[in-house]
């Protein structure tokens, strides 16, 4: 169809678009063609509008004027609802005439041939309500300075032509960025100086969200997509102008506007209609109830502490899937408490849909606290999220939304910089009171969460990744430790953290003995089971050769050094990433010393092998490598998973006794089947383990042993450690 715009609405601002767009069949055919929204969805907030500025007039005695009408039946629409004296111009013939026919225009209803830029026709002063529905939105593109001239024209002719004190322009309008300054600038601050129009008269703007039904033709997708109408009314009273308490008055009040109910800035109202722009281009109509929908939306408020441009909540919009429950329309909040955001129940589609059923409301609205931010208490949250979290409900809910959050315990988390670093000297004062400087910001965030087990409490210290908060790249347990023996605590890392006090006697310390991560933990249950090959090398009188592709912070290698260390020849850990190894010797306590056994290489993982990195020699293979491109969708990269790859892995393995443990993670079962097809091809013998907790799945491959469970799978581990 030609007459569909292309890219934006520039081509509106010429008669001959309207002339073309008129005449089409595919149009006309339409008998009426409304752009935005239709009469009975504006209905109700136009007679609450006219009643609240009327003055006591009946709708039967309002004059109404409908500039820039075109095809559509707003107009007619509005008499048959009552209003007494309707007048439609448009400055297409055609159209006008062919109006006149379509809905039989009887004496107190017209359809005029009129320029809205110049409608010399109609009196000052004389029109109730002047109501324009994608007039102005056609007229101003924002993109040229002649545009500029047209639409102050324009405004000029509605303020000489509705009356003031009893009179209301209303725009039907997207309220695109430039309109709505545009706007503004004219009716409030008065860019021009026209005091014909702005002296001794106070200037009211309020706006609201229309509420319409789903887009039913290609023009309305094309042009209008998920955009939101919004209907802005202009009140305009005029006073005394020797009242000085009313030109202050004056002053204050055309400082702000009326949003949906709440009074902003000028700024802020501007900030509000584009976000609930931006939302619905986003995410389609959020204010519509949809069975089974759940929507993510990153939601900022004010600046991080410490990192600037981070979201501060994430707010996951869960829809019931059950109809009898999506009738009550009602909604309900629900705060995770910090460090249990990946939770199964809280991340996962499944999860969400159990909460939903639980809360039993409509529209469940789950409150994430983002990393990066330091969140006071419950209440507080509360207080930050109640002018803007109502936008999120759906349409009709007009109640205050509970919040159904199994107590007030939001967490504690902590970011830490420079001042929690791993305590290196023990006589070095510690400030409480300096301030902490955080570093490595710009790709990672450190973070303290306080957590309670089953026995005791602790600190997990974690890693993020600054780009993808949701993912945890290294994290372990803190504990606290009585002090005894200077001998006996001589082996331990010790630190600090901002959420755990200690007293004189006590410290807090980093248990390098014990694995956090589900998947690291499955990597060492694993390789348990290839005991009878760590036998044979006892038997031997030889050690084992550790090679560790993906060092990370160093909690894998510090694992391995400590409980493994007797039956160990050497263990090489190697990591592309300088920063996230330097991390973790700064706060993880990764320290391979001065050991020749225990070294630490920065190199690229594939050119490390591919220079024949310990040729034939290695007994154990670790490989934990992602991709550092964020669109990857699974691990390990894809480089790892070719036959050149492999191929430089089997020149480091020892050709008698080897075993390689190879974590990967996939949302995807065909990218699950893909890797597992890879390695079958590779290897002899092959097994997995499948993490419950997450998508990882922890691969163990070897040509020379196979796995061997004794009896069970603990009795397994506490054989191997018993052998080691």
């Known amino acids: 169809m030609e007459a569909l715009p292309k890219g934006d609405n520039k081509e509106f601002t010429e008669k001959e678009y309207w002339n073309n767009f008129y005449k089409q069949e595919a149009i006309t055919k339409q008998h009426g063609f409304e752009w935005y929204a239709e009469y009975e969805e504006i209905k109700q907030m136009l007679d609450a509008q006219f009643t609240l500025i009327s003055k006591g007039m009946s709708k039967q005695d309002a004059h109404v004027l409908v500039p820039g009408c075109g095809d559509s039946k707003l107009g007619h629409k509005m008499r048959l609802d009552g209003y007494g004296h309707v007048l439609n111009v448009d400055f297409e013939e055609d159209v006008v005439k062919r109006m006149k026919v379509e809905v039989g225009v009887e004496g107190s209803e017209d359809y005029a041939k009129m320029d809205v830029l110049d409608m010399k026709e109609i009196e000052d002063h004389t029109k109730d309500i002047v109501i324009d529905k994608g007039t102005l939105d056609a007229l101003y593109s924002g993109k040229d300075n002649k545009d500029e001239y047209k639409v102050s024209k324009y405004f000029n002719e509605t303020l000489r032509i509705a009356k003031v004190n009893s009179g209301q322009v209303?725009?039907?309008?997207?309220l695109q960025s430039h309109i709505l300054k545009k706007i503004i600038s004219f009716y409030l601050v008065n860019e021009h100086n026209d005091n014909k129009h702005h002296e001794n008269v106070i200037t009211e703007i309020k706006i609201q969200e229309v509420i319409t039904h789903s887009r039913t033709t290609k023009l309305e997708e094309q042009f209008i997509g998920h955009r939101v109408?919004?209907?802005?009314t202009i009140k305009r009273t005029e006073f005394d102008g020797s009242n000085e308490k009313m030109k202050n008055f004056k002053t204050n009040m055309e400082k702000m506007i009326s949003v949906n109910g709440n009074l902003l800035s000028?700024?802020?109202?501007?900030?509000?209609?584009l976000i609930t722009q931006m939302l619905n281009l986003q995410y389609g109509n959020i204010k519509e109830l949809t069975s089974g929908r759940i929507i993510e939306i990153n939601m900022e408020s004010a600046s991080s502490e410490t990192h600037k441009n981070l979201a501060r909540f994430k707010l996951v919009l869960v829809d019931s899937i059950e109809e009898e429950t999506i009738k009550?329309?009602?909604?309900?909040?629900?705060?995770?408490?910090?460090?249990?955001?990946?939770y199964p129940v809280y991340s996962t589609e499944s999860g969400y849909e159990r909460l939903s059923e639980s809360v039993g409301h409509s529209r469940l609205i789950v409150v994430h606290l983002k990393s990066g931010n330091r969140f006071e208490s419950f209440e507080s949250v509360k207080k930050e999220l109640e002018s803007t979290i109502v936008r999120f409900a759906q349409h009709g809910h007009t109640n205050e939304i509970p919040y159904v959050s199994e107590g007030k315990d939001i967490g504690s988390r902590a970011m830490i910089g420079k001042k929690y670093k791993v305590i290196s000297d023990e006589e070095q004062k510690f400030d409480e009171d300096a301030t902490d400087e955080y570093e490595y910001q710009d790709e990672y965030i450190i973070e303290d969460l306080l957590g309670e087990g089953d026995e005791k409490k602790y600190i997990l210290r974690a890693i993020k990744f600054k780009t993808r908060l949701g993912e945890i790249q290294s994290d372990f347990k803190i504990k606290k430790k009585k002090i005894k023996a200077k001998k006996a605590n001589s082996q331990l890392v010790k630190v600090r953290s901002p959420l755990w006090k200690t007293n004189d006697d006590e410290f807090l310390f980093i248990d390098h003995n014990e694995l956090n991560s589900e998947y690291l933990a499955a990597m060492i249950a694993g390789l348990s089971s290839y005991y009878t090959m760590f036998e044979e090398s006892t038997r031997k009188e030889k050690n084992s050769y550790f090679l560790i592709l993906g060092t990370g912070a160093g909690?894998?290698?510090m694992f391995i050094h400590n409980t493994m260390n007797k039956i160990i020849g050497s263990?090489?850990?190697?990591?592309?990433?300088?920063?996230?190894?330097n991390i973790g010797r700064d706060y993880y306590g990764f320290n391979p010393g001065n050991d020749s056994s225990f070294k630490s290489e920065i190199a690229d993982a594939n050119e490390y092998l591919r220079n024949g990195a310990m040729p034939g020699k290695t007994n154990t293979l670790f490989i934990d490598i992602a991709s550092s491109d964020a669109n990857e969708s699974y691990i390990p990269p894809k480089f790892a998973l070719t036959d050149e790859f492999f191929d430089n892995i089997k020149k480091a393995l020892c050709p008698e006794a080897h075993v390689v443990v190879f974590n990967t993670c996939s949302y995807s079962e065909s990218d699950r089947h893909?890797?597992?097809?890879?390695?079958n091809k590779q290897f002899k013998y092959v097994s997995f383990i499948k993490c419950d907790e997450s998508s990882n799945r922890?691969?163990?491959?070897?040509?020379?042993?196979?796995?061997?469970?004794?009896?069970?799978?603990?009795n397994t581990i506490k054989y191997f450690f018993k052998t080691l």
């Open 328 to 342: 009550k329309n009602n909604c309900a909040i629900l705060i995770v408490p910090q460090g249990k955001e990946t």
């Open 674 to 679: 893909e890797i597992n097809k890879v390695m």
């Open 555 to 557: 909690i894998l290698p």
């Open 571 to 581: 263990l090489i850990t190697v990591d592309i990433d300088e920063t996230i190894v």
């Open 698 to 714: 922890v691969y163990f491959l070897s040509d020379t042993h196979s796995s061997c469970l004794a009896k069970s799978a603990d």
């Open 266 to 273: 000028l700024e802020d109202a501007k900030k509000e209609v």
């Open 229 to 232: 109408p919004f209907l802005l």
């Open 170 to 174: 209303v725009f039907i309008s997207l």
